[in-house]
């Protein structure tokens, strides 16, 4: 669907209080054409009207006119470099950014992670080994582990009884 339909339709979603589905199709579009700093802002927008200033924050940190608190808010939520540049959902580089504001938020942003993770990163290959940046933990790795292990034996189990009931 072109840009100006979806467009249309998030105005008739917010128009008509379909506000969980005007942010749906909204990040779709950012994801879609992440360096449009218009979409961004409208996504901000709908994120102010769930009271979440985190995330109005988040689509808002390119902006020069951003808010304070939501900005805040944002860097609280992502604390480390590599989480912000993962948030930012940028693709590209920097100079796809329309303004100089978003362009240098862009590479503090990646001079950031470059520094926290040892190595230059960009934002077509961002830090995707956040674990040495501290991102998560053994302990995560290991539920994720147990749970998988967990989920072939439940199945493994109802394979091994269905065989059984098949041959009584």
Known sequence: MPLEDTLARVDA???????????????????????????????????????????????????????????????????????RMRALAWQGPESLARTACAREQLAAVREACSAAMGRPVGWDTPASDEKAAGDKSPFADFLAGAGCLVAVLAFLAVWVNGLVALFD
């Open 13 to 83: 979603d917010l128009a008509a209080g379909r506000v969980p589905v005007a942010r749906q199709r909204l990040r779709g579009l950012v994801s879609s054409f992440p360096d449009d700093l218009v979409l961004r802002r409208r996504l901000a927008e709908v994120y102010r009207l769930y009271g979440e200033p985190a995330e109005a924050g988040r689509w808002m940190y390119l902006e020069q006119d951003r808010d304070a608190a939501e900005t805040s808010a944002f860097e609280a939520r992502y604390p480390t470099a590599p989480q």
